[in-house]
């Protein structure tokens, strides 16, 4: 193939560009040219008769070209493009002040938000918010908190059991089925005075319905000190629950067992509905059963490596899950991890 020919094409091309005033041309001759089957193309096939040495100043020759060929249909391209739009500006009637397609904005999941209030609420209350592993040992999960491997209150917790060589020291690597690990691991980095809660997912190995799902969110608390009594869990419950329903919320303890606190609590509020006087919602009893709550087992304060004889403090967990469902009036724990955007849509 005679490089002529191919120094031709370039003045040929740019001098038909040149002419050209419509796109549908312009891009016609840009097939002609560069297209699969354009001429250029069809001239770097030829390559492979050329010898050795004309090869490479051939092929360096012809990649030139048609950088500046591509240029070229690019700058007209535009050009044509700008004349298009002036010329249909000047026939056609378009208001600049009329507003745009208004964007789609995404949704903050319920969850979220509701999670966002807690924290800030016991935050300017004195609270560190802290996080951990969502899979754990079997010391953290269980050990630690005052439940070896013989205690009944394992049967109540379907473990998600991970197929995965385990420390010794530490057992078998489970999904943590509540967040009070991350307590045990708090008070070994930090000892003690100590004030936090711990917001995460939990996962356990139970049959779904409206009520129940295997992955759910929770928080714990956790306040450690000297001279600490219910009196000072029993105050700031209710101004969580007071802060958060934005109307007063009076809270009660009633006896119950939790393995890592003792005494332990089960710990109810004021039916909002009905103000206390009785309804379906609260089984006419005028009280929403809400947490479980304590002061917290001396054994699981060593296994945090603080003193019991020093140090005394209580916790509490409760299902934030079920805070949405009550907050929203949601009538299926399954619909929070859907993903069904007419769900979302709503909050």
């Given at each position: 193939?005679?490089?002529?020919?191919?120094?031709?094409?370039?003045?040929?091309?740019?001098?038909?560009?040149?002419?050209?005033?419509?796109?549908k041309?312009?891009?016609?001759?840009?097939?002609?040219?560069?297209?699969?089957?354009?001429?250029?193309?069809?001239?770097?096939?030829?390559?492979?008769?050329?010898s050795?040495?004309?090869?490479k100043?051939?092929?360096?020759?012809?990649?030139?070209?048609?950088?500046?060929?591509?240029?070229?249909?690019?700058?007209?391209?535009?050009?044509?493009?700008?004349?298009?739009?002036s010329?249909?500006?000047?026939?056609?009637?378009?208001?600049?002040?009329?507003?745009?397609?208004?964007?789609?904005?995404?949704?903050?999941?319920?969850?979220?938000?509701?999670?966002?209030e807690?924290?800030?609420?016991?935050?300017?209350?004195?609270?560190?918010?802290?996080?951990?592993?969502?899979?754990?040992?079997?010391?953290?999960?269980?050990?630690?908190?005052?439940?070896?491997?013989?205690?009944?209150?394992r049967?109540?917790?379907?473990?998600?059991?991970?197929?995965?060589?385990?420390?010794?020291?530490?057992?078998?690597?489970?999904?943590?089925?509540?967040?009070?690990?991350?307590?045990?691991?708090?008070?070994?980095?930090?000892?003690?005075?100590?004030?936090?809660?711990?917001?995460?997912?939990?996962?356990?190995?139970?049959?779904?319905?409206a009520?129940h799902?295997?992955?759910?969110?929770?928080?714990?608390?956790?306040?450690?000190?000297?001279?600490?009594?219910?009196?000072?869990?029993?105050?700031?419950?209710?101004?969580?629950?007071?802060?958060?329903?934005?109307?007063?919320?009076?809270?009660?303890?009633?006896?119950?067992?939790?393995?890592?606190?003792?005494?332990?609590?089960?710990?109810?509020?004021?039916?909002?509905?009905?103000?206390?006087?009785?309804?379906?919602?609260?089984?006419?009893?005028?009280?929403?059963?809400?947490?479980?709550?304590?002061?917290?087992?001396?054994n699981?304060?060593?296994?945090?490596?603080?003193?019991?004889?020093?140090?005394?403090?209580?916790?509490?967990?409760?299902?934030?899950?079920?805070?949405?469902?009550?907050?929203?009036?949601?009538?299926?724990?399954?619909?929070?991890k859907?993903?069904?955007?007419?769900?979302?849509?709503?909050?």
């Amino acid at each position: 193939m005679p490089a002529s020919t191919l120094q031709s094409l370039l003045p040929e091309t740019l001098a038909k560009i040149e002419k050209i005033s419509d796109l549908k041309t312009l891009e016609n001759l840009e097939v002609e040219v560069l297209g699969r089957k354009g001429k250029l193309t069809d001239m770097l096939r030829g390559i492979k008769d050329l010898s050795d040495d004309k090869k490479k100043t051939f092929g360096q020759e012809a990649n030139k070209i048609k950088l500046e060929l591509e240029s070229a249909f690019a700058q007209k391209r535009d050009k044509l493009e700008k004349k298009a739009l002036s010329e249909k500006l000047k026939t056609e009637i378009f208001d600049i002040t009329e507003p745009g397609i208004k964007p789609e904005v995404g949704h903050v999941h319920p969850l979220s938000k509701v999670q966002w209030e807690v924290e800030n609420i016991f935050s300017q209350m004195g609270f560190a918010i802290m996080d951990g592993p969502e899979i754990e040992s079997e010391y953290f999960n269980f050990e630690g908190l005052n439940i070896p491997a013989h205690h009944p209150a394992r049967d109540m917790q379907d473990t998600f059991f991970i197929d995965k060589e385990h420390d010794p020291k530490f057992g078998k690597l489970v999904l943590r089925t509540h967040t009070s690990p991350v307590q045990v691991r708090t008070m070994q980095k930090y000892g003690a005075p100590l004030r936090i809660i711990v917001p995460g997912r939990v996962f356990r190995y139970e049959a779904t319905d409206a009520s129940h799902d295997t992955t759910f969110d929770q928080v714990e608390g956790l306040l450690i000190d000297k001279n600490i009594s219910l009196a000072h869990l029993k105050g700031v419950l209710e101004e969580l629950l007071t802060r958060l329903f934005r109307q007063k919320v009076v809270v009660r303890f009633r006896p119950g067992y939790f393995p890592f606190v003792e005494p332990g609590l089960e710990v109810d509020f004021s039916c909002l509905l009905c103000e206390g006087k009785g309804c379906r919602v609260c089984k006419h009893s005028g009280w929403m059963e809400f947490m479980g709550a304590g002061m917290v087992h001396e054994n699981v304060l060593k296994s945090g490596g603080i003193d019991p004889k020093e140090y005394q403090g209580w916790a509490f967990g409760f299902g934030l899950t079920r805070l949405v469902l009550m907050r929203y009036g949601i009538d299926d724990i399954r619909l929070l991890k859907s993903s069904d955007p007419r769900f979302l849509e709503q909050f």
